[in-house]
Nanobody, 128 residues
Framework: QVQLVESGGGSVQTGNSLRLACAAS????????MAWFRQAPGKEREFVAA????????YYADSVKGRFTISIDNAKNTLYVQMNNLEPEDTAVYYC?????????????????????WGQGTQVTVSS
């Protein structure tokens, strides 16, 4: 079992920054993938950013490239996303996700199908 607890959400104005954290506990593979997704009201959950630790690969949605930075502190087993220059379109509940499975051919790290553990989410609201 893996538990994920997000923190760091809040309400900010356009152009400001937030850093979200996701503390993972339980059995996590230090080579596995972790990611951030988000869901805005009335919309489907969408990919934001991911890291595949075993190969040190990073992935970003086009909408956040250049503004968001994903990172991981393996010693603390904590995933972060630094969000700069926030826009009203970034308003959503942000979810942390972790992949605990062993794959022969894993789904893409940008796909929700890759992840079997999810946090409860943290609200980010950006006002203009």
């Amino acid at each position: 079992q893996v538990q994920l607890v997000e923190s760091g959400g809040g309400s900010v104005q356009t152009g400001n920054s937030l850093r979200l954290a996701c503390a993972a506990s339980g059995r996590t593979d230090p080579r596995s993938a972790m990611a951030w997704f988000r869901q805005a009201p009335g919309k489907e959950r969408e990919f934001v950013a991911a890291v595949v630790r075993g190969v040190a690969s990073l992935y970003y949605a086009d909408s956040v490239k250049g503004r968001f930075t994903i990172s991981i502190d393996n010693a603390k087993n904590t995933l972060y996303v630094q969000m700069n220059n926030l826009e009203p379109e970034d308003t959503a509940v942000y979810y942390c996700a972790a992949d605990s499975r062993t794959w022969d051919r894993p789904p893409d790290a940008t796909s929700a199908a890759r992840y079997d553990y999810w946090g409860q989410g943290t609200q980010v609201t950006v006002s203009s």
